[in-house]
Every structure is written in structure tokens, then in C-alpha cells.
């Protein structure tokens, strides 16, 4: 059965990182861009990770501009929007795509895994679906992930338990994450 850990990915440095380097850690995965309207998901997400970090829990963050233009910088101008507006302190990996011919391997992974299951309810739900049903059409059924800061966890084992879509309240992503802990 595969798991997160037969994955590699790259490092900001364009180094080859085996996801077995985080094997027995509760890992939230995330992808990320610094002008969207969710970059202030930066702020729990950091909180979260300084206080759980010590119980075996990290955040994978990926960059992505497949989604509005949203992330153009570099991964060096990335990294350093966010540890100065942000005080990101969790692993942040090179820039990726997540959908299309050529997604990320991992992103591909986590989507079959977890499909996406709608947006929830609301004002943001009905925006979201607009700009997604619209940025995602281009990529035809390789449209893996509709928005940026969608978020995966995985346990322990290396399985991926939840979906959360940029619309889910960061606290029950926290509520979430705790629990897996």
C-alpha cells in the first residue's frame, strides 16, 4: 500500500527530499500562495505548528501559482515574504503544481486519496466555486486541487485521514491535527 513516504519532493534548494524523513510525525500538507486571499491562513498555521511541533507535528508548505497568478516570486522571494510577514518557522518546500499534466506526484497522491468533496456553505463557498469551476477547467479531470491552502493531514502511519478545503475554519483544521496527535 502506498503511503506519503514513497514520495520525494524538492527542497526551496532544489534538493531531492524523501518524505521518509518524516515518517511517525503527524503532517499537515499544504498548498500555498503569498497573494491570495487565504495567506492569512499563515498566521494559525504558524501557531499551530509552534505549539504542536514538539508533540511530532509538521507543516509541508508548497508554494503553487497555478491558481490566479497568486504565487509569481521566486521560491527564495517566497520564503521570505513569509518568514518576515508571518514568522514561518515550519519546512517550506520549491514551488510545484498540483494540478495537470504536470502536478506533483504527491499532490496527485493526496487528492486520489482524499477527493475533493465542495467547498461548504456560505458567501466564500459560492465565490470560490466561481473562480475554481473557471481556473480549474483547463485541467480536466487532473484538476486535483481547486483552490491554495488546501490542507491534508496525515498520520502517523503515513495515511491520509482529512481534506480541508481553504473555506474550513482553521480551528477544526487544529481540532483535527490534535486529535491525530
Same mark, same amino acid.
Request: aromatic share 14%; glycine share 6%.
Given at each position: ?20 524523513? +518524516? ?120 484538476? +486535483? ?37
Amino acid at each position: 500500500m502506498t503511503t506519503i513516504y514513497d514520495f520525494n519532493v524538492k527542497d526551496r534548494a532544489g534538493n531531492e527530499v524523501s518524505l521518509k524523513d +518524516y515518517e511517525g510525525k503527524v503532517l499537515l500538507i499544504v498548498n500555498t500562495a503569498t497573494g491570495c486571499g487565504f495567506t492569512p491562513h499563515y498566521d494559525p498555521l504558524e501557531a499551530m505548528y509552534k505549539e504542536m511541533r514538539d508533540q511530532g507535528f509538521e507543516i509541508l508548505d508548497f508554494p503553487c501559482n497555478q491558481f490566479a497568478n497568486q504565487a509569481p516570486e521566486s521560491d527564495d522571494e517566497i520564503h521570505q515574504f513569509c518568514t518576515m510577514k508571518f514568522g514561518t518557522e515550519f519546512p517550506q518546500f520549491a514551488k510545484i503544481d498540483v494540478n495537470g499534466e504536470t502536478a506533483d506526484p504527491l499532490f496527485a497522491f493526496l487528492a486520489t486519496e482524499k477527493p475533493f468533496e465542495g467547498f461548504g456553505k456560505g458567501l466564500k463557498m459560492a465565490a470560490l466555486n466561481k473562480f475554481a469551476k473557471a481556473n480549474n477547467k483547463q485541467f480536466g479531470d487532473k484538476a +486535483y486541487i481547486k483552490w491554495n491552502f488546501t490542507k491534508f493531514l496525515v498520520d502517523r502511519e503515513g495515511n491520509v485521514v482529512a481534506r480541508f478545503e481553504p473555506t474550513v475554519d482553521m480551528d477544526e483544521v487544529k481540532k483535527a491535527v490534535a486529535a491525530a496527535l
